[in-house]
Structures are given as C-alpha cells and as structure tokens.
C-alpha cells in the first residue's frame, strides 16, 4: 500500500554533500536495510526485512524571487502482500519545493505514483497520489503536516486521503566522540478509504503512529523505532501485520 520511517520520495534537498547534475542541479541517493517496511503502521513485508534504493534529482533554484525548485524521483523496495507473494514496489514521484524564511519554511507540492511490476493488472495494485507537505524548521524542533489524496487508490478501493503530522527534534547534548548525533522524532497519522474492503481494513478509516530514535554519524542514520496502528489482529487478515511492533533501520546517503 504503498518512509523503518520511510519517507519514501521527493526528499532530494540540492546540497553541498549531493552530486552535481545537469542544469545546475544535484543527484542524491540512498540505501537502505530494514527489518521491516511499514508503511503508514501497516508491514508490506509481512513483518520481514527490507531492502531499499532511491535515487532523487533537485533542479536550481528557479529564480521567482524565492527559492523554489523541482524535483524528480525514483525509490524502491521489497514487499509481500498475502494475495499476490514476494514482488517489488518502485515509487516514482515529481513536484515543485518551495522555500522561505532562510529556508526555514518549506513548502511541497507532487505527485506520487505507485507501481508493483510483478503483479498483474487485474488486482489493480498500481495508484497515484497527489501530495501536499508545510514544513517549518524552529531550530530546537521541526514540524511537518501531509497530505495526500488519490481518487482511486490500492486495489481500485476509491478514493482515499492519507493525513500526517511529524515533529522531529535534534538531541544536541547526546553525542559519541563529537560525530555521532542524535534525533529523536514522532509522527501521527489517519487513512480514510472509501472501498475499505476491498483495500484491506476493516473500517474506512484508521490512525497509525510511530516514534524513534536516530543516530547519524557522516552519512549513516541508524534508527530504532516503534509503530503500529489502530486496527486489531482480527481486522488485519489475523496477523500482526497491523499490530504495535519495534523496527530497525540503517540508511546510507550520498
């Protein structure tokens, strides 16, 4: 059904620490290993590992007076959903970042669309999304609030809207031998389907969490973190898939 806390694309933030691209723009990229990939609290991996790739490119700046930019990306993962087995999501996303107050306001404008290339058609896996992210960065704590719809989401269930909010909070007096840092971060969110059935919960609607820790050292994150949602193992196929669980990540960005 478908950011570990994978936020899964157009992360791509043009950068020193980015490859220079075409256009006056930057590559970024990332990997990573996780024992598990939920998305919005639920597992798509059936509570196994996962193994992750993203590859993001962030145009110059546009030159309207403010920074603002475009982007491009492509992600992918691992999953394996109980209809249709072991397959591969790939995650291709585009939109327009706009940003303010030395960068501390950050505005997000994309589409989003998924696609499972192993499964056929006829379950009707592949949707798009269009995504809409505030973001504003106080120094001691950053908050964003999400949005996104899509008029006919996974598994051809109708209409959705997915709603998150995340505060993120640098820990400065935690550090190992002045290179490792810490943050620690909490996001809440609600999944509204019309079609519930045939998307897979037992209601049209439910809320999710999650809550960690991260550890970065260079361009290494490691985290460690707890999710789960609002729907019981009865609603959830009797499986745990859906239940409160700890996960494990580790990124490599470059």
Same mark, same amino acid.
């Given at each position: ?99 303010? #107050?030395?960068?501390?306001? %950050? =505005? ?6 998924? +696609? @499972?290339? !192993? ?91 999650? #809550?960690?820790?991260?550890? %970065? =050292? ?6 460690? +973190? @707890?999710? !789960? ?26």
């Amino acid at each position: 059904m478908g950011l570990c806390l994978c936020f899964r694309v157009g992360s791509a933030v043009a950068g020193d620490d980015y490859w220079h691209a075409p256009f006056g723009g930057s590559f970024s990229a990332n990997f990573t290993v996780a024992s598990d990939y939920s998305y919005a609290g639920i597992s798509q991996t059936q509570l196994g590992p996962a193994f992750q790739a993203g590859l993001d490119y962030t145009s110059a700046d546009l030159g309207l007076g403010l920074p603002a930019s475009l982007y491009v990306g492509v992600w992918g993962t691992n999953v394996a959903f109980p209809n249709t087995g072991n397959d591969i999501e790939l995650t291709i996303s585009g939109g327009a970042r706009l940003r303010a #107050f030395a960068n501390r306001l %950050t =505005v997000d404008l994309g589409y989003v669309r998924y +696609a @499972y290339p !192993g499964v056929d058609a006829a379950f009707g896996y592949d949707y798009g999304e269009l995504s809409a992210t505030v973001g504003y960065n106080f120094g001691f704590a950053s908050v964003n609030a999400r949005l996104r719809y899509s008029p006919d989401s996974f598994a051809n269930s109708g209409p959705s809207w997915n709603k998150r909010a995340l505060v993120n909070v640098p820990l400065p007096f935690l550090t190992l031998a002045d290179t490792v840092t810490f943050a620690t971060y909490a996001t809440v969110g609600n999944v509204w389907v019309e079609k519930f059935l045939t998307y897979g919960i037992p209601g049209n609607d439910y809320w999710y969490w999650q #809550f960690g820790l991260t550890a %970065t =050292v260079k361009s290494f994150a490691l985290s460690l +973190a @707890y999710t !789960g949602t609002s729907i019981d193992p009865e609603g959830c196929g009797n499986t745990a898939y859906c239940s409160g669980r700890f996960f494990v990540s580790l990124t490599k960005t470059f």
